[in-house]
């Protein structure tokens, strides 16, 4: 099983270029996530889905959008790229919403920012 | 805001030795995961405690959650150069989202 497929896997951009960064799971989960990982911050929650047509910001969302587009897809865009977004990006799916249940993470898109 | 907060940050030790990382925080979580993550790829649940004072051993790893379900800690026996890589532990409650600490970055040496 593919489980959480992310893409790109590596991205270089100027800035003020736009992007979007895909991610699609194949196991049925309701619920989906995007962080960012910088080095000696752990995994930042940027925004995330509990249920399809559902999205919601969490810690870090300034200068990010997403959209829901089904149940299996979750996309993160940045309209206009800064270098503070130079990060490691990982999606996330869930079966339901709640706390307890395991994330699985897709293995990263790594971004940088010129 | 509810924090977690890791310690060790960085540990290096020998081949065969035993460790220990901690995972505290000042608020309550219903139940608090551990990931490892492997350069160049997304974190790996290792397990989910939720009651506490649980303890869950998953082959030489040992993970406690605290009597008051505010900390845990990670106890890793006889370590392996495969045991190698960034502990996370994350808490949540509800379904409000996980928090996550910023981790431990272990590495064993042979």
């Known amino acids: 099983n593919a489980g959480v497929t992310q893409t790109p896997k590596f991205q270089v951009l100027k800035t003020g270029q736009s992007m979007t960064l895909q991610c699609a799971q194949d196991?049925?989960?309701?619920?989906m996530y995007w962080y960012r990982q910088d080095p000696g911050m752990g995994l930042r929650l940027i925004y995330y889905s509990a249920s399809e047509g559902t999205t919601d910001k969490g810690e870090v969302p300034n200068g990010y959008n997403v959209s829901r587009l089904n149940k299996r897809e979750f996309s993160l865009r940045l309209e206009s790229a800064a270098p503070s977004q130079t990060s490691v990006y990982f999606c996330?799916?869930?079966?339901?919403?709640?706390?307890?249940?395991?994330?699985?993470f897709g293995d990263g898109t790594r971004l940088s920012i010129l | 805001t509810q924090l977690l907060e890791q310690s060790p940050q960085f540990l290096s030790i020998q081949e065969g030795e035993n460790l220990t990382v901690y995972c505290n925080s000042s608020?309550?979580?219903?139940?608090l995961q551990w990931y490892r993550q492997e350069p160049g790829e997304g974190p790996v649940l290792l397990v989910t405690?939720?009651?506490?004072?649980e303890v869950k051993k998953l082959k030489r790893l040992t993970f406690q959650f605290g009597d008051a379900r505010k900390d845990s800690s990670l106890h890793i026996t006889a370590a392996q150069t495969g045991d190698t890589g960034l502990y996370l532990c994350a808490g949540g409650s509800g379904n409000t989202p996980l928090v996550f600490g910023k981790g431990t970055r272990l590495s064993v040496i042979a």
């Open positions: 405690v939720v009651t506490g004072g």
């Open positions: 996330a799916s869930t079966k339901t919403a709640g706390s307890n249940q395991p994330q699985h």
């Open positions: 608020s309550v979580f219903s139940s």
């Open positions: 196991m049925n989960h309701n619920s």
